[in-house]
């Protein structure tokens, strides 16, 4: 269970991101986040595992105050949230398996991880993540070897071995052709579906979102304009979410 | 100095038919010869010892050559070219520019004369603390925000400066600056008399001791004029009496009269085709005077000469018939014979290995402080920031320092031989490989960093996930590529005593051993570019 309420970011050169933002989303739902560029769907998913800091209300997630974690209970709690990035984010000198491997290091003492001590089961967590993403067989592959495709999924992988309660996917399909927006978004639902994992996804294609989400939360200016099952989406309500959509090019 | 004059009309005219902007050389010549007159010396002024000569400008010269003022008045003509009318600036400067052609040689060709020095007592401070002024707000100009604040500071610190060189503190720190401009005043009769009468008295202790150290006698004189081949009188040159040499002309010359020939040259295609000329002529004209300026003076200092240069040609020419053939072994020399190509082979490898041990040692150090010296990981807290700039610190000051320097303090300390030189390229390279690790470090992509925070790793997990992969083949790069540089260093470093192919090449100079030395040269030629070549194609393999 997330539990948003009141959510407020301004960045430092006054650009208000969030304003007053409140939403509460029960466990194992699938939720697009839509809206403009620059309406604060970025800044919201960033906000929930806190690579943005809120500057104002609360983040409950499972009844833990998120908002207000530091240090090693930060960590305790990142490594709980799986993050998917637009730019997938992985080091690309580095193979398939060790960019998945990665995805174990908050379970272990800085020590272990340092020299890469991950234990027999982050092996199977990981290689089990890489066959679910359909690249069997290529763990000792180098990224930078791969197509856009396969890295994201690799990143997919990498947000799964962490075993999270959460995953958070930011534009996943921003920076791919637009036919792979079915294989990204196809394994997301099938991972939410088969473990019961909240699924947040930033999209800007409305009919992606009305496709796989049981329920939008659109964005505008930094508000939350609409709130509520796929199924209500009409044209009048898709206006008003992309309103100004010329004054913002 | 007609050369210089035909070298600046030609060159300009030259620029004028390749449609270049004239009024900016008129601009540029006038803004250069407005200095020169001011600041260049044009000619000797010699008193009783040679460290009595001064260099009086062309300003300096005025009181006794009144129409020299008329060269100013030629190089404010060009600097008003930028506002009259094109082809009204373009004639006045062509003139002025004749007439300054006329006037400087007119100086240069007069009668050696007896002259009066004038200091112009707080001059040079005060031009030294307008330099500080000025290049503090030129700083500053480019950017809106900090103009005002610059400016303001300038002032202070041009102020400053002035202050502390007239207080007696500066005086007594910088001599020269004392009075150091000095104008030349013509002396009257009855003076000219007093100082003839010196002379002819002095004349007899002087021939004494010429007699004794085996020269001619001095014959007395009548008048100023015969001071020509002689010296003013020893208490004369005290009271500030000097004997103007035209004979003896500086660069102050070879200067004016380039830029005369410049202004002419220019001036007169700018009357012919007035549209020659662009926006933004001032500064481009201001930026040519600056380049003449600095250039002038500094092949002046550096005593460049190609008279010098043919003087020395047959000694290269000997050099190069004594090095050919090399002698590469000679088994029949002495009692157990020479092998010189042996020597450079085995001080070849002895120069290699203080490169490498020299660059291994310094990278091991460069490691660990660039990740200390990275803007982008230290922004933690404050004390982290402390850490970051004492790191920077430490490398600018360290690369301040060159190898050679270090050598030669190194030698100093624990003897002559390699390990003096591995220690010096060690620290300099720690230095220069911990800026090149550390820009490398700031520019990672911050994506992986920000994943691995997002997945829950600590600190240190971040850097030894997302930065190290990154960075390690940029690190192996630079390390190469300071090999490359370390291995020419360290044959420079046997020439202070630091071992190696650089002491073989000194031994072998100075015994005039040059069969033997080329051998070395010929070697550096190949190891040099075998090492530069490989080095690339590995660097290049990188990524």
């Known amino acids: 269970m997330i539990e948003v309420s009141n959510l407020h970011k301004v960045f430092p050169d006054g650009t208000k991101a969030l304003q007053d933002v409140s939403v509460s989303i029960p466990d194992g739902d699938f939720v697009a986040v839509i809206g403009l560029s620059g309406a604060g769907k970025s800044t919201f998913l960033r906000c929930l595992n806190r690579l943005v800091d809120p500057t104002g209300g609360t983040i409950a997630v499972g009844g833990r105050d998120v908002a207000a974690l530091r240090g090693r209970a930060l960590q305790r709690y990142r490594r709980t949230v799986g993050f998917i990035f637009q730019q997938f984010n992985l080091v690309t000198r580095l193979s398939v398996l060790d960019n998945v491997l990665s995805g174990r290091l908050g379970y272990h003492p800085t020590w272990r991880g340092m020299l890469a001590l991950y234990s027999e089961r982050d092996y199977e967590l990981a290689q089990a993540a890489i066959r679910e993403v359909g690249l069997a067989g290529r763990d000792d592959t180098r990224v930078d070897q791969l197509s856009g495709g396969q890295q994201q999924r690799v990143a997919i992988a990498r947000a799964m071995t962490q075993e999270p309660e959460l995953i958070l996917a930011d534009e996943p399909m921003a920076s791919l052709d637009p036919r792979l927006s079915d294989v990204i978004l196809g394994l997301l639902k099938h991972y939410n579906e088969t473990r019961g994992v909240t699924v947040l996804v930033n999209i800007h294609v409305i009919e992606l979102a009305k496709r796989y989400a049981r329920r939008v939360i659109a964005f505008n200016q930094g508000r939350i304009v609409f709130d509520g099952p796929v199924t209500e989406l009409d044209a009048d309500l898709e206006s008003t979410i992309y309103a100004g959509s010329l004054e913002a090019l | ?543």
């Open chain 2, 1 to 543: 100095m007609w050369v210089a004059f035909a070298l600046g009309g030609v060159a300009s005219v030259l620029v004028g038919l390749a449609n270049g902007s004239m009024r900016r050389l008129v601009i540029g010549g006038g803004v250069g010869l407005a200095a020169a007159y001011f600041a260049f010396p044009l000619l000797a002024a010699d008193g009783f010892v040679s460290r009595d000569t001064v260099s009086p400008t062309l300003f300096g010269l005025t009181p006794i050559h009144p129409a020299l003022a008329l060269v100013l008045v030629a190089a404010l003509l060009g600097i008003a070219a930028a506002g009259l009318p094109r082809r009204i600036g373009g004639s006045l400067a062509a003139l002025g520019a004749l007439t300054t052609a006329g006037l400087v040689w007119s100086a240069q060709a007069r009668t050696p004369q007896l002259v009066h020095l004038q200091p112009l007592p707080g001059l040079m401070e005060a031009l030294t603390g307008v330099a500080v002024a000025g290049s503090l707000t030129l700083l500053g100009w480019g950017s809106r925000r900090l103009r005002i604040p610059l400016l303001v500071v300038g002032i202070a610190a041009g102020a400053l400066t002035f202050g502390f060189l007239v207080s007696p503190a500066g005086h007594g720190l910088f001599p020269n600056a004392d009075g150091y401009y000095r104008l030349a005043l013509p002396v009257d009769r009855a003076t000219q008399k007093d100082i003839v009468a010196e002379y002819n008295a002095n004349l007899d202790t002087i021939n004494a001791q010429r007699k004794r150290i085996g020269l001619h006698a001095l014959p007395a004189i009548a008048s100023t004029a015969d001071l020509d081949t002689q010296r003013v009188p020893e208490a004369a040159a005290k009271r500030g009496y000097r004997v103007v040499r035209p004979a003896e002309s500086h660069y102050g010359v070879w200067v004016a009269m380039l830029l005369a020939g410049v202004l002419l040259g220019s001036g007169a295609m700018l009357a012919w085709r007035p549209r020659l000329h662009e926006t933004g002529d001032v500064a481009g004209g201001i930026l040519y005077a600056a380049v003449v300026l600095s250039l002038a003076p500094a092949f002046a200092s550096t005593e460049f000469s190609f008279g010098k240069l043919a003087e020395g040609w047959p000694f290269l020419m000997k050099f190069l018939d004594r090095a050919w053939p090399p002698l590469w072994a000679d088994p029949s020399y002495g009692q157990f014979g020479i092998f010189p190509l042996q020597e450079v082979a085995s001080q070849m490898l002895i120069t290699l290995e203080i490169a490498l041990v020299g660059t291994f040692l310094g990278a091991i150090f460069a490691v660990p402080l660039s990740f200390l010296a990275a803007r982008n990981l230290t922004q933690g807290n404050p004390l982290m920031r402390l850490v970051f700039a004492l790191t920077r610190g430490f490398f600018n000051l360290d690369r301040g320092v060159d190898t050679l320097i270090l050598a030669l303090i190194f030698v100093a300390a624990v003897g002559l031989g390699p390990f003096a030189g591995v220690l010096a390229m060690a620290i300099h390279s720690i230095a220069d490989l911990g800026k090149l690790y550390s820009e490398s470090i700031e520019n990672v992509d911050r994506g992986p960093i920000e994943a691995l925070e997002a997945v829950g790793a600590s600190g240190s997990n971040v850097v030894r996930w997302s930065i190290l992969p990154q960075v390690s083949p940029l690190f192996l790069g630079w390390t190469l590529y300071r090999f490359e540089i370390n291995f020419r260093v360290s044959i420079v470093l046997g020439l202070v005593g630091a071992g190696g192919i650089g002491f073989f090449i000194q031994d072998k100079m100075s015994s005039g051993r040059y069969d033997q030395m080329i051998i070395a040269i010929l070697a550096i030629v190949i190891v040099v570019n075998i090492i530069d070549f490989a080095s690339s194609w590995l660097r290049s393999r990188l990524v």
